[in-house]
């Protein structure tokens, strides 16, 4: 009669993630806990050469070496597999995502791990996409650009007695400037996002702030709705001096 056994596995994955070299000596050093250097594999593949090692500072000294074109210090992906017996972990970290998956016949132990490796993980990554982080950043823009307009333009139309013309001119400006702040969003969903995944294997990954971290399309989208605002407030100043400037 065949043995059976049962087993339990757990896989998650981020969009976006920030990983240094401090992060992932600990991440791996919390993936192999207990292991012998035989059961530890560190991989990563540059100009059609993968290069496998059973360190990761090993395989840092390994590309740094090598006579493959390319800067040693900029990596694009790396793999690391832990096995032992019917337990195992492979972290996958490419520029599209970063992949965790454990399996093993211990539920106790595969959940463990899943959660100390999530710990470590989730405050430096996102399950987002990048492109859905910039859709719903340029929807926010958008929605408060469009509250602007509409309740610039509810003040100068219920206001507008004294002089229509002024209102109708008013009124102009802030469609000219809602339509050319949709136009820019619009080509901001449409258009290539910035990467939103950071890996530095030999060194840490700086924050460089929130502005330097747009993509272009976000920083045009979020200039103009500055100037949408800006607009606004410039109108709604022209209004009360026009409808009741001279009362």
Do not use: C
């Not at 530890?40 to 000294?61: I, Q």
């Not at 330097?212 to 045009?220: K, T």
Request: aromatic share 10%; proline share 2%.
């Amino acid at each position: 009669m065949p043995t059976y056994r049962d087993f339990t596995s757990s896989r998650f994955e981020y969009r976006t993630y920030k990983l240094g070299r401090s992060l992932l000596d600990r991440l791996f050093a919390v993936a192999s806990e207990g292991a012998d250097p035989n059961e530890v594999e560190y991989s990563t593949r540059r100009s059609g050469t993968t290069f496998t090692r059973a360190s990761l500072e090993d395989l840092v000294s390994a590309v740094a070496a090598s006579p493959t074109p390319g800067d040693p210090e900029i990596w694009s992906d790396l793999s690391f597999q832990y096995h032992h017996g019917s337990k195992s972990v492979r972290i996958e970290i490419n520029h599209l995502w970063l992949s965790i998956s454990v399996r093993g016949d211990d539920a106790t132990w595969v959940h463990g791990q899943a959660a100390r490796i999530r710990a470590l993980v989730e405050p430096v990554s996102g399950e987002e996409a990048a492109y859905q982080t910039r859709h719903r950043t340029l929807l926010k823009f958008g929605l408060f650009a469009g509250g602007v307009a509409w309740l610039s333009s509810f003040f100068v139309i219920r206001n507008s007695s004294a002089d229509e013309s002024v209102a109708k001119n008013i009124l102009d400006s802030l469609m000219i400037g809602m339509l050319l702040f949709l136009l820019i969003s619009l080509l901001g969903l449409f258009g290539k996002g910035k990467s939103k995944t950071f890996l530095n294997v030999v060194g840490e990954v700086n924050d460089v702030g929130w502005w330097r971290n747009l993509d272009v399309m976000e920083r045009i989208a979020f200039g103009a709705l500055v100037v949408t605002v800006l607009a606004a407030i410039g109108t709604l100043g022209s209004a009360y001096s026009d409808l009741w400037g001279g009362k």
